[in-house]
């Protein structure tokens, strides 16, 4: 009876009505100006809420929390800008729908999609926690290293033409991710010898540069072209396209809880997995894949919205943060005087039932607040582009300097933003370069930590891979993911294809 009474806590008291509502509305908006993150508008209220009951403190850090990651869609579909990591793969479809005026579609079925998703995660959170936080507990860092393989070898999914080019623009994404001190050992990688160097590179400018920058300067091409009007007669998706792509969203809602629960990851990683996915699983789109697919955008939007239950489980059942905005939350539990993880369970389950509720009524004002103001929004896309051009690179000069307030920033998201124009106009695709920069430090990390506990043997290493079921698995997925993307898997499967007809 606790349980009900602590879980419909934040309906029947109207003030944490109020302040899930308001969380997810800033939220949303956070998310989507580029630079402005979800973790540090969190880790601001902190102290602005440190003196409050612990309850209203959580109820307007989850509505934030749950808002800013959709937000991140918004500006990825309008502007080609993600407005957070894990957007990156809602652009690579979201923009081209826009493009051909039906930005208010993409924003429909990203908001719908991210409420499905954002569900699937709460549901597993509430009956499941303890045996996905279980399974969470078996990945070691070999695992987490071929984790890490798995998501860079998704270069194939994100480069439309070249595969060559792909995997050098992932490859030079690794690279930008590798500079800086080294973790472990301290010594100056990549550095040159400057001092500016040391802290690495952002990965806020990078992503912000090559998006933003080199689309504004793209569009430079264009600035006489008349501005796409967009068609905003049907903005919520008929239940006939939901029913369509419903397998999908839970498949990839799957992916997310899981990517989710495993600490250090996150729904960036969640999202650019289930894109691949879906490409993988979709055999006849209507529209091809970056250019518009309806399924490049139900794909990452489920897993991403996902994986934000899915990184409450460690949290709960664990006291282990699934990202760095539980992190935040673990930090704010315990200022009010609570200990996160197993004994929290069994002391206090009202709270965790709390959080579930709370969750709950933030993805229902999620879908609520995504599908208003929708027309206001698409409105960007149709100024001229004497006005977009100049907005678009004062977003993105706003968004790297507000990472770390420095100025450097502000440099490096212009270099990277003319080198992105140069790789774009060239067909070297974008999103593996920041897909490198984010899984650099995850992969080169847990090889270290790998190595390191096998005595620096490789005979152990690979043995510990073979015996190891979960280890295997993934070393399979790896091994399987790059063949398949080789040209001799595709003349193989024509072959195939051919006999069989």
Do not use: C
């Not at 650019?272 to 139900?298: C, I, N, Q, S």
């Not at 993911?481 to 193989?492: E, H, I, K, M, N």
């Amino acid at each position: 009876m606790e349980a009900v009474s602590a879980f419909f806590t934040v309906i029947t008291h109207w003030d944490l009505l109020l302040l899930t509502a308001v969380g997810t509305f800033a939220g949303i908006y956070v998310g989507a100006i580029p630079g402005l993150s979800v973790t540090m508008a969190v880790s601001i209220l902190i102290s602005f809420t440190f003196s409050w009951d612990v309850d209203p403190a959580l109820a307007l850090m989850i509505g934030i929390y749950m808002g800013g990651v959709y937000g991140g869609s918004r500006t990825a579909i309008l502007l080609n800008i993600p407005g957070a990591p894990s957007a990156i793969a809602t652009a690579l479809d979201g923009y081209p729908m826009a493009q051909r005026g039906e930005a208010g579609a993409a924003i429909g079925v990203t908001t719908v999609m991210s409420f499905i998703g954002g569900f699937i995660g709460i549901a597993v959170l509430a009956l499941a926690a303890p045996w996905v936080s279980d399974f969470a507990l078996t990945f070691q860092p070999r695992d987490y290293m071929l984790l890490a393989l798995l998501g860079i070898l998704l270069v194939g999914s994100l480069s439309s033409g070249s595969l060559v080019k792909g995997i050098f623009a992932g490859a030079l994404g690794i690279a930008i991710g590798a500079v800086g001190r080294d973790p472990l050992t301290f010594d100056s990688r990549f550095t040159f010898d400057l001092p500016q160097l040391d802290s690495g590179i952002s990965f806020i400018a990078v992503m912000i540069g090559m998006f933003g920058v080199s689309e504004a300067l793209l569009q430079l091409h264009d600035i006489d072209k008349t501005a796409v009007r967009q068609s905003l007669s049907r903005i919520v998706p008929s239940l006939g396209a939901v029913k369509k792509h419903l397998p999908l969203s839970l498949q990839t809602s799957t992916i997310g809880v899981i990517i989710g629960a495993l600490p250090g990851t996150g729904g960036d990683i969640a999202a650019l997995m289930a894109y691949d996915h879906a490409k993988r699983v979709t055999k006849t789109p209507e529209v091809p894949f970056g250019k518009g697919a309806m399924e490049g955008l139900v794909a990452p939007e489920s897993a991403n919205n996902a994986a934000v239950g899915g990184a409450f489980i460690p949290m709960m059942t664990l006291g282990i943060p699934g990202d760095a905005v539980t992190a935040i939350m673990i930090g704010a539990l315990y200022i009010h005087g609570l200990n996160p993880g197993p004994m929290l369970m069994v002391d206090q389950p009202d709270m965790f039932w709390f959080i579930v509720g709370a969750l709950v009524v933030a993805n229902v004002f999620m879908l609520i607040f995504g599908l208003t103001g929708v027309k206001i929004f698409t409105k960007i896309v149709e100024l001229p582009r004497p006005v977009l051009i100049p907005g678009i690179l004062l977003l993105s000069i706003v968004g790297a300097y507000a990472v770390n307030n420095a100025l450097s920033d502000v440099y490096w998201m212009i270099g990277f933003g003319v080198f992105g124009y140069f790789m774009r106009h060239y067909g070297y695709p974008l999103g593996p370069v920041i897909l490198g920069v984010i899984l650099s430090r995850l992969l080169d990390d847990n090889w270290r930590r790998a190595i390191i506990s096998e005595r620096e043997d490789l005979g152990r290493f690979f043995w510990g891979i073979a015996t190891s079921p979960l280890s295997a698995t993934l070393a399979v997925a790896v091994i399987l993911v790059f063949v398949s993307q080789t040209p001799l898997w595709t003349r193989a499967k024509q072959r195939l294809l051919g006999a069989s007809a």
